[in-house]
């Protein structure tokens, strides 16, 4: 199994920054894919960014160019830096794992944007 504690979540205003966290409780290099989600108020949740084991990472075009994943293998930890937040960034975000075909989710951290 695999445990993901995610934290970093916070408010913000238009234009700011924050940086989420997600320490994972086994070696992140033998997980096969990383990602954030992140759930709006009635609506679904969806992929945020997601990072490979083998490093190669992907984003959302809402989020492209403002937000960027990354990985810290000495600490199990992924990082999701989000820059130039707008209010529709607005969510409840969530570490997500894809290890030995089972999917495994944090408890997930929320992310408020104000205008």
């Known amino acids: 199994q695999v445990q993901l504690v995610e934290s970093g979540g916070g408010l913000v205003q238009a234009g700011g920054s924050l940086r989420l966290s997600c320490a994972a409780s086994?070696?992140?290099?033998?997980?096969?894919?990383m990602a954030w989600y992140r759930q709006a108020p009635g609506k679904q949740r969806e992929l945020v960014a997601k990072?490979?084991?083998?490093?190669?990472?992907d984003y959302a075009a809402s989020v492209k160019g403002r937000f960027t994943i990354s990985r810290d293998g000495a600490k199990n930890t992924v990082y999701l830096q989000m820059n130039s937040l707008k209010p529709e960034d607005t969510a409840v975000y969530y570490c997500?794992?894809?290890?030995?075909?089972?999917?495994?989710w944090g408890q997930g951290t929320q992310v408020t944007v104000s205008s």
């Open positions: 997500h794992a894809d290890w030995a075909a089972a999917m495994y």
């Open positions: 086994r070696t992140i290099f033998s997980i096969y894919n």
């Open positions: 990072i490979t084991r083998g490093g190669t990472t």
